[in-house]
């Protein structure tokens, strides 16, 4: 059974499809399972942005067939991970957690590179490209600790 990651963001068409398809490409697919979802339904069922699409298609990833969803209680019995964008995402996921075991899952995705700092992946939904790749380089790189430390968690080469 592989081990669950789930991508958190508030729409699931702009940051977490980046980080669900950046994450996966660092893990065996064998292994690893990856998706995303966002705290609102405002997007249920489309596609991720095009900035997005574009921004990873420049760096060799396909995100396009991703379809975007609302993060749901199953999720916390689904998924052994799960990681959000910002604080915000943060605080409305923790709510939503049905045990102090699932809110325990829920981590601050840029915590991997600034433990404790509350540092936020910025929402480039309203900027232009440049926003896209600012996020994609910050995604990567935390997607690179994130990978690692799951690799190393659960023993697999």
């Known amino acids: 059974m592989p081990v669950k990651i789930l991508m958190v963001c508030l729409g699931n068409i702009c940051r977490s499809p980046l980080a669900e398809g950046i994450l996966q490409s660092k893990l065996p697919t064998d292994k690893f399972l ?60 923790t709510q939503l957690a049905p045990t102090p075991q699932a809110k325990a899952k829920v981590k601050l995705m840029m915590d991997e590179i600034f433990p ?29 600790l994130v990978a690692a430390k799951l690799l190393k968690e659960h023993h697999i080469q």
Not at 121 to 143: H, I, Q, S, T
């Open 116 to 144: 404790g700092q509350k540092v936020d992946v910025p929402d480039p939904y309203y900027g232009g490209p440049e926003g896209f790749d600012n996020v994609y380089d910050m995604l990567d790189d935390a997607c690179e």
């Open 34 to 93: 990856v998706d995303s979802a966002g705290t609102g339904n405002w997007h249920a069922g489309q596609g991720p942005d095009p900035r997005s699409v574009a921004t990873a298609k420049n760096r060799g990833l396909d995100i396009s067939c991703q379809k975007a969803r609302q993060i749901k209680k199953a999720d916390f019995t689904e998924f052994d991970h799960i990681y959000v964008m910002d604080s915000s995402n943060l605080k409305d996921v």
